[in-house]
Structure formats: structure tokens, C-alpha cells
């Protein structure tokens, strides 16, 4: 992905989910109100307001555990309703 000019890379994350490859980047915009922020290939993302809670929710993005994978699935069948 293409980093805008106030956006540094703090870290990528590569793993799988969902049967498919998942890469995680993390990056750290002093502009933003929440500056530190993931984005996974499959569109997910997710904001921070420091860079504690992101590399440990980037890791389980990319890794999730079977518990992890059951309550996607059960999110997914929640929002088709
Ligand atoms: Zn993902």
C-alpha cells in the first residue's frame, strides 16, 4: 500500500484468516485524533490512540485463534441479517 506523507510504517503483519492470506500494516499519523492505526488486506482496520493495543490486535488479526475464527463467523451471520 501507498503511505501518505504524515504516515509511517511501524510494522506488518503477516498471516492468514479465512483460509487466505492476510498481511497487516501498522502505521503511526501524528494528524490523526487516534494516531496509531492497522489496515489488513481484507479491508479491516482498526485506530489507536497509542501504539500499545496495536501490534497485540494486529498479531490476533493475522492469527486468529479457533475462538477467534468462531466469533467472526458468528459477527458475519449477525451483520447479514
Ligand atoms: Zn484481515
Given at each position: 500500500m501507498q503511505l501518505k506523507e504524515n504516515e509511517f510504517r511501524v510494522g506488518t503483519f503477516?498471516?492468514?484468516?479465512?483460509?487466505?492470506?492476510?498481511?497487516?500494516t501498522?502505521?503511526?499519523d501524528d494528524t490523526r485524533p487516534e494516531p496509531y492505526f492497522w489496515?489488513?488486506?481484507?479491508?479491516?482496520?482498526?485506530?489507536f490512540l497509542?501504539?500499545?493495543a496495536v501490534f497485540p490486535t494486529a498479531w490476533r488479526?493475522?492469527?486468529?485463534t479457533h475462538l477467534d475464527r468462531l466469533r467472526?463467523?458468528?459477527?458475519?451471520?449477525?451483520?447479514?441479517r
Amino acid at each position: 500500500m501507498q503511505l501518505k506523507e504524515n504516515e509511517f510504517r511501524v510494522g506488518t503483519f503477516h498471516g492468514r484468516h479465512d483460509g487466505a492470506q492476510a498481511k497487516v500494516t501498522a502505521i503511526r499519523d501524528d494528524t490523526r485524533p487516534e494516531p496509531y492505526f492497522w489496515m489488513c488486506t481484507c479491508g479491516a482496520s482498526r485506530s489507536f490512540l497509542t501504539e500499545d493495543a496495536v501490534f497485540p490486535t494486529a498479531w490476533r488479526h493475522t492469527h486468529p485463534t479457533h475462538l477467534d475464527r468462531l466469533r467472526q463467523w458468528a459477527t458475519r451471520r449477525l451483520r447479514a441479517r
